[in-house]
């Protein structure tokens, strides 16, 4: 607030648009030109939401400056504009065509509350199918919406709208539905006895909007939002009020607003009221956005909480990750279920699940069977690619993880979703572009899985090719899984200095064993004979940058090093291996040739999810790509429990007893 004005917060949109014959475009109220004639600008929440999200700012609002758009008692801007025209171009037309088309295919809508119900499978009605009775959907509302007074209905309305689709409906399967925008819970005006007196079925189950307009023939409306969904969709709709959508010769109204006597059409009318008149905000920064781009962060959001939207039973997930879990699995009013770090559930236990997500490298070995059993269906679940700063053994929690309905990404000896992935082919050229400029932000920035290590880059003892060995923990699933060649680190130094005899080998222990946390430390004598140079507590982005190729057996850091243009060497197989990237083991399953942009495609982009640690939301890869480059404090933080208290003493004297040998 400045002076008890509402400061603006971001640009006019409409400035930017000029006339397409030249003439200079009408100054609207809500413009900051406005100031010097005392307009007051109208704020509203928009038309793309989300559901049950807290962000300092709404992902999208409507400004006027004259009005508000669902007030057909006076002028609004977006009535101006429609009536008046002149903004119209073939670039604003293109963009709502495509907007329309987005937010069918991802069915967003006012309201994507996951759990709303398909209508179509409420009424068992299995598509569109030829000689079927017509589907007439009447829009019920809630008393307390606003939209129905200030669209110049009443109560009335509603009645009125029922007993005429029913005059001139007789044959049709007539529906009543609430709005989907209305609250849960909410009530409408129309009783059940009112909706079986006029012959027609109340659906009392919350549905989904975009599911009510693919199952109707026709739409009723008052001054549901639904009605301009469904004129979006080519559907006959109905008014009985006046809601911004009706006057403009697409509806069939049964009141006509008087100030509106042009002719246009839904996607004229979708242009103005979601690509000029509304403004975005992205929920990552609280920055300014186009409309493109905070639909595709709500579709991102809605996928992700659709997804989540079924009772979840975890198991073998330790303690001090409840939270994390929580927060990752979780939908608005529905939360997973965790059992007991050790307990491996009945399969009379795990019919009361829509399906199980276990840690993949802690599953109780009776998992997969009591879900077979149960008939519910078992998830993986791992770290992602892009991690943390800190190590998971170290309590920190991960922005990124993975959950695989077929098998894990490091287990060789089956296929896993990502292993399918790549096999299948067929990534867009949006996707690959994408992630080349994803890999190359990750590059730059210096980016690796858990983003460790202070220690500054030690001088080579020599000139030469460099080999980076990257050390593993020895008793990690990643190697027992992966079909290994060499044992252990000590066997994976021998064979790098057996097949690289002139080169400077340097090896880089895993910081999980660095810390003391795990095993796999490498006996000083033997370091000595076998490696030129360790890499103590340095990143690993500098060590690759000092590498001329790596050999490993399955590290990540051989994927790292790919991303960055090196040669690599597995000695087993890792996702990354077994595309023709790598010298690796073969793999009968794994018979394509994959490009850098298309493994980065599926293993950064497309396999695994993302949570924001600020929002708590989730969010693509780019955005944590930017917490991690900007060192954010909360990917660094462990977990607050007396576990986490132990094990950085532990760590701590590990350490000191190390470098003490």
């Avoid at 006019?12 to 406005?34: F, H, K, N, W």
């Avoid at 959907?137 to 809630?142: A, L, P």
């Avoid at 829509?354 to 879900?371: E, I, Y």
């Amino acid at each position: 607030m400045d002076g008890g004005k509402l400061k603006r917060l971001w640009p006019r949109t409409l400035s930017e648009i000029e006339m397409p014959d030249g003439r200079s475009a009408r100054r609207l109220a809500s413009e900051p030109v406005s100031r010097r004639v005392g307009h007051a600008d109208r704020w509203d929440e928009g038309f793309l939401r989300l559901s049950g999200a807290r962000t300092k700012r709404p992902l999208s609002s409507i400004v006027d400056g004259l009005g508000i758009y669902y007030d057909a008692t006076a002028a609004s801007e977006l009535e101006t504009m429609l009536q008046e025209g002149g903004w119209e171009s073939g670039e604003i037309l293109a963009r709502a065509d495509a907007g329309i088309r987005l937010l069918r295919d991802a069915r967003l809508s006012l309201d994507n509350d996951p759990r709303r119900a398909d209508l179509g499978q409420i009424l068992g009605r299995g598509g569109r199918a030829p000689g079927r009775r017509p589907l007439v959907v009447i829009v019920d509302q809630e008393p307390k919406d606003p939209t129905i007074a200030f669209g110049l209905a009443s109560a009335k309305a509603f009645t009125d709208m029922l007993a005429v689709a029913a005059a001139e409906h007789p044959e049709a399967e007539r529906v009543v539905i609430l709005d989907p925008a209305a609250k849960a819970g909410a009530r409408g005006h129309l009783d059940e006895a009112a909706i079986r007196a006029a012959g027609a079925q109340a659906v009392t189950r919350p549905v989904e909007a975009w599911s009510a307009v693919e199952a109707a023939d026709h739409v009723f409306a008052v001054t549901s939002h639904l009605g301009f969904e469904a004129a979006l969709a080519g559907r006959p709709v109905t008014c009985f009020g006046v809601p911004f959508y009706a006057g403009w010769g697409f509806t069939d109204d049964r009141l006509t607003p008087i100030r509106r006597t042009r002719t246009r059409t839904p996607a004229d009318v979708f242009a103005a009221v979601y690509l000029i008149c509304s403004r975005y905000c992205e929920p990552y920064g609280n920055e300014p956005c186009r409309f493109e781009e905070a639909a595709t962060i709500l579709r991102l959001i809605v996928e992700e909480q659709r997804a989540n939207a079924l009772k979840t039973l975890c198991v073998g997930f330790s303690s001090w990750k409840r939270r994390w879990l929580t927060q990752a699995l979780s939908v608005p009013g529905l939360a997973p279920v965790i059992a007991k770090p050790q307990h491996a559930p009945t399969p009379a236990e795990i019919a009361r699940y829509d399906r199980v997500v276990a840690w993949a490298s802690r599953a109780p070995a009776s998992l997969a069977g009591a879900c077979r059993a149960a008939g519910v269906p078992l998830l993986r679940m791992e770290d992602g690619f892009i991690r943390s700063i800190g190590l998971g053994v170290a309590l920190r929690p991960g922005a990124s993880h993975v959950v695989d309905a077929t098998g894990i990404y490091y287990d060789a000896s089956g296929p896993s979703d990502l292993e399918t992935m790549l096999e299948a082919g067929g990534f867009s050229e949006d996707v690959l572009e994408r992630a080349r400029r994803l890999r190359n932000a990750i590059v730059e920035a210096g980016l690796s899985k858990y983003n460790v290590g202070a220690a500054p880059m030690p001088p080579m003892p020599r000139p030469g090719r460099v080999v980076l060995v990257a050390g593993q923990v020895e008793n990690d699933a990643s190697i027992r899984l992966c079909g290994a060649t060499v044992a252990g680190n000590e066997g994976l130094l021998r064979k790098a200095r057996e097949r690289h005899p002139d080169a400077v080998i340097a090896f880089k222990p895993h910081p999980d064993v660095e810390a003391g946390l795990r095993p796999g430390r490498v006996p000083p004598e033997v370091l000595s004979r076998l490696a030129d140079v360790v890499l103590r507590d340095v990143a690993a982005a500098d060590a690759l940058a000092a590498a001329d190729h790596v050999e490993t057996i399955s590290s990540l850091i051989g994927f790292e090093a790919l991303l960055r243009g090196k040669t690599v060497t597995t000695h087993g197989l890792p996702f990354y291996a077994g595309w023709g990237l790598t010298e690796s083991p073969s793999c009968p399953r794994r018979t394509r040739r994959v490009s850098l942009d298309e493994l980065a495609a599926a293993a950064l982009i497309v396999y695994p999810h993302y949570v924001d640690p600020r929002s708590g939301l989730p969010c693509p890869p780019e955005v944590i790509t930017l917490r991690l480059s900007e060192g954010d404090a909360s990917l660094a933080r462990r977990e607050p429990t007396a576990e986490a208290a132990l094990k950085q003493i532990w760590s701590l004297a590990s350490r000191y007893l190390f470098q003490r040998k």
